[in-house]
């Protein structure tokens, strides 16, 4: 009894009411279910055979509201309805989505989709699939033609594991209420934060918007899978821009996502804080520029989660083992020590929400039905997993409920909710002191603390050293007397086993950074926690400059151009 | 007394507009950050902005979709989005950055979309748009100054004519409140009577509406500020024809913008379409054929389009240091005064006209993105060249503007036709141009010629059709065909127009060069040779699970 009260108290505060969901009145699944038994019937009997189909169906609206300088810029609406079929032609041996060699034509095939009508009527729904189904399995024959033929002639790759592994049959369903969403009201608010960007000579671009994104997901396969899922993502983002006469480019953001309207955050606290990112820009505009150095350096909360998903994130999506033309960072590993003891990161998406917000990596099942599932990954420093789909790696054979993808791209393990812990802790205070004592310590002239991490890239790719390089958005020199400065233009740059050795503290303030990744199989909703984590040392580089100048005559409203 | 004489030229110079400029927010926006610029925007050592424009798209949008009786895809509200466009020439009028294809830039305005609808918001994005376009221009003024200097060119026509002030003002109306339900209901049903054909593989009707609210300005005081509205009902469908061939078929059919729309009429047009659907299922395939063609008028649009207006556009070419020679310049350009089609033909370009017969005309320019009012052209008189569009860039034969530089998203104001009319000198009754198409058939011992009511994009003389009729001559019957592949299509083709119809009829394009709208106002037209072999296309297998 009083389980049961518990669970509904969950299902309340994670947003939309979970209403009641009878699977034989789910219509898009019995239609979809009825049209694969269908084709999968004959196809399965095709020379060469589709062995193995699913169905993907979301269902859904879109809501977007963007605004600057006092003005709207985009605010629309739009209702989801989009279709996906993936045929697998051959057999789990060897089969059409095998990666290839010396060719590229495989690193983003897509998956069949196209927007289908509603189901409603059993007509023009099921059509809709069938001519997708006849597309996507036209297309996996001829896939599997050239995988036989790439196979045969090029080298061979040293994980000769299966190419798919049947994911168990599942049962689930699970419907949200849809949230009613009104973006009217909140046009004023943004309007009124997107004003603060006026007069300020140093903003040179400036956005401000709301998205919703909610619906559900409906899949089928040919194993007898049937599945429905909710899905919910509300966020509210804002941007300021500027750029040095050196073109060095500066920016700060602030980014909240919410389960619902409701926690969105209170108009003060908006205009409070893009107050502060305006007032950042403008010490960042008036920064030096900071010189290439190796130096003790902390990586501050959200700084952390990023360079946790980038640097090692990456390196443990099992996908990447069983391509030839990727560096396989932990490949062999496993057992073994890869970073520093002290750390422990793991994969949950069955999480979902830290600290009161909600996790955009959160899902039930993921894009090939597979139940989600945490897995530990490296555990005090020692590799334990990787992040799998229904492709197996050497010792992997299954998935561990990570296969992902955006729409109409095919599904590869990609992170869900990644969380680094260390196994002790000190006060981030603490940890500024231990920063000041390691400069000290090792004689160096400054070291570092990153706010903030941008964009950059981790090079994967054996034709390329196995680094990486992360624009500091906000980083600060760290005197030996404990005294701060701000500079701009540095990146931090290294390789992913020598800079996670170099951890040698933590702090306790683990921090949440919710994002979306863009990989091969396309953007997925992930999220990173961390704690601030210090450094030995750290490499920092300069980053790229825009090519242009700051436009020669200043900003309309700094000037003081005719009002309205 | 010439201490006088100065400020006298600049006055009369100044903005002495008839009209004022109309009152909004895009106008106030764009006259503040136009007069900055033309004040105060300079590089030392680099050339001054000489002429800018800025233009302002407001497009508002509403749609409504359906597969099969079905809604697909719906967006309840409209939709909109202002987009702006903004270019800069520097230098002078004599010499200046236009007509240069730099390296480093491509020969398009700056272009913002998605732009923040507010006094502030367009100035912002004027102001960045403006500094970008005027850096690309100093820069490519000094590297056409390098080129000219290289290539011992020391023509001395100015780069940049004058011309007399121009403004055209009509009421923005707002969008109108669509009765949603109804329009769904409408494409719901029309496409609903696609479930009749059992082979159709889908069949799917929408109807758009559309605003697109144009607001320009120029340095000069030039402005326009219009509407163009567009209701469209779209019929799509597909098939496996009875060989295995994919085929598809597109019917655009205009609606009233402010009336409702005539159910019974479209579901005439919308089963006229399936049976069209019909016939390219039974279809046969081509085979060789070289003799007359009948265009019907929309097929005879396509020619026009294909063989006329590509070569009468952009007569004057870029010039480039990359390139010694502009693809993009029309093959008429040297061919005023010469024959061009049949000398049974006058063509004229219309931009002041607004519809024909009621329907929009899409390339209707009352004041070109230059500034210049523009003007109805004679192009072709009895067959011979006697017109090209112009911008203020002179071309030979064509010392001044007459109103045809249009600009878009993808190249800077150029020459562009907009709505072009094709009128005979003596139409014939639909009766008398058939008979006189298969007396020409006849009298080429043919066993049969063709009517096609389409007329394919033609690429290096090339280009397929996917339908035609075969009209046999001993009897005048008719059998659909499918795969033409047309052969050695050239400008020849318009000097081999025979005869032409009375009932003239709308045809919509897109050029393919600037993706500017235009429109074609022609009757079918007898051709006497065309080159037909048959498709290289290979047919689909037979899918393998049968349609649900």
Known sequence: MKKGFGLLLCLLAAGGWAAPCDMAQQTPLRLMEQELKRSFKILKKQKPPIYYLSYTYTEGEEYSLAVAYDGVAVSQQNTTSLAEVLARAGSPKLDNTHALRAERENWTIPMQQTAVPDPSDSKGFLSSWWALTQRAAETAQQDLSRVES?????????????????????????TQQLQPVDLKPFEERLLAA?????????????????????????????????????????????????????????????????????????????????????????????????????????????????????????RLEGYRLKSADDGQT?????????????????????????????????YEYDDEGVKARPVTLIENGVLKNFLMQSSPIEGFPLSNGHGRKQIGRRPEAR?????????????????????????????????????????????????????????????????????????????????????????????????????????????????????????????????????????????????????? | MNRYLLPLCILLAGPLTAAPLPE??????????????????????????????????????????????????????????????????AGTAKKNSSGFE?????????????????????????????????????????????????????????????????????????????????????????SAMGKQLPFLEAFSTSVLFSQRDLYFLDSEGDFYQYSVLSAQLVLTGSLRNRDGYKESAVENIALAWDQPADLDDLQQKTQTFLDQLQNMYQARKAEPYLGPVLLEPKAAGGFVHQLFIRNANNPKPLLSAQRETDSTVGQFKDKLGMRVISHLLDVYDRPQMSHYQGEPLRGFTPVDDEGVTAEELPLVQSGKLTALPAARSPIEGQKRSNGHARMSDWVYPRAILSNVFVEPKQPLPQEALEERFLDRC???????????????????????????????????????????????????????????????????????????????VTPALLVDEIEILPTQRKPERKPFVSLP
């Open chain 2, 102 to 190: 730099n390296d480093a830039y491509y020969y398009q305005p700056d272009v913002s979309s998605m732009v923040p609808v507010s006094y502030e918001g367009l100035r912002r994005v004027l102001w960045r748009l403006t500094d970008a376009a005027y850096v690309a221009a100093a820069n490519s003024y000094e590297k056409k100054e390098a080129y000219k200097r290289r290539k011992n060119i020391t023509d001395t026509t100015p780069d940049f004519t004058s011309a007399p002030k121009s403004e055209y003002v009509q009421q923005i109306p707002p969008f109108p409140q669509l009765d949603g339900a109804y329009y769904q209901q409408l494409v719901n049903s029309l």
């Open chain 1, 194 to 314: 997107s004003r603060l960007t006026l007069g300020k000579e140093y903003v040179l671009g400036s956005s401000f918007s709301i998205t919703v994104s909610q619906g559900h997901r409906y899949f089928v396969d040919s194993r007898g899978t049937r599945l429905k899922t909710p899905y919910a993502f509300w966020r509210l983002a804002y941007q300021v821009a500027g750029r040095g006469q050196d073109g060095l480019e500066i920016s700060r953001d602030g980014i909240y996502d919410v389960s619902s309207a409701e926690q969105f955050p209170s108009q003060e606290r908006l205009l409070a804080d893009v107050q502060k990112s305006l007032e950042e820009l403008k010490e960042l505009s008036q920064a030096p520029e900071g010189t290439p150095y190796n130096a003790p350096t902390i990586l501050k909360g959200r700084a952390a989660a990023v360079f946790v998903h980038e640097v090692m994130g990456h």
């Open chain 2, 24 to 89: 909004n927010v895009y106008f106030r926006a764009m006259q503040d950050e136009m007069h900055r610029t033309q004040k105060e925007l300079r590089v030392p050592g680099n050339p001054k902005p000489f002429f800018t424009g800025y233009k302002v798209i407001a497009t508002t949008s509403q749609g409504f979709a359906a597969r099969f009786g079905v809604p697909v895809v719906q967006s309840p509200t409209p939709r909109t989005n202002v987009a702006l466009q903004a270019y800069v020439y």
């Open chain 1, 150 to 174: 790439n196979v045969r002639s090029m080298a061979h790759t040293r994980d000769q594991s299966d190419d798919f592994v049947f994911p168990p049959k599942a049962d689930y369903c699970h």
């Open chain 1, 415 to 564: 992170m869900s909710v990644i969380r680094a812990t260390a196994s002790k802790t000190v006060p981030y205070e603490e940890l500024e002191k231990m920063l000041i004592a390691e400069i000290n310590k090792q004689g160096k002239l400054y070291g570092f603390i990153v706010e903030d991490l941008g964009g950059g890239f981790t090079l994967t790719s054996t034709g390329l050293p196995q680094s990486f390089k992360l624009e500091a958005k906000r980083v600060f020199k760290v005197y030996p007397d404990g005294r701060k400065e701000v500079v701009r233009g540095l990146d931090v740059v290294g390789t992913p086993l020598v800079s996670f050795n170099k951890i040698i503290a933590a702090g306790d303030d683990d921090t949440l950074f919710n994002g979306s990744c863009g990989a091969s199989s396309g953007w997925v909703p992930q999220s990173n926690i961390a704690p601030s984590l210090l450094f030995e040392n750290l490499e920092m580089e300069k980053t790229r400059k825009n090519d242009f100048k700051p436009p020669v005559l200043p900003a309309p409203d700094v000037q003081g151009g005719k009002k309205k």
């Open chain 1, 330 to 362: 932990l490949s062999g590993k496993v057992g073994q020590q890869v970073i520093s003891p002290l750390i422990t990161i793991t994969a949950d998406p069955t999480q979902t929400e830290f600290k009161g917000e909600p996790l955009r990596g959160h």
């Open chain 2, 442 to 520: 006849r009298e080429l011992e043919l066993e049969y010629c063709y009517i096609f009511p389409r007329f394919p994009a033609i690429n290096g003389g090339k280009g397929e059709l996917n339908f035609a009729w075969r009209v046999y001559t001993a009897d005048g019957h008719k059998e659909p065909v499918y795969g033409l592949r047309l052969e050695n299509i050239t400008t020849r083709s318009l000097r081999d127009v025979l005869a032409a119809g009375q009932e003239s009829r709308v045809s919509h394009f897109t050029d393919s060069l600037s993706r500017l709208p235009l429109s074609v």
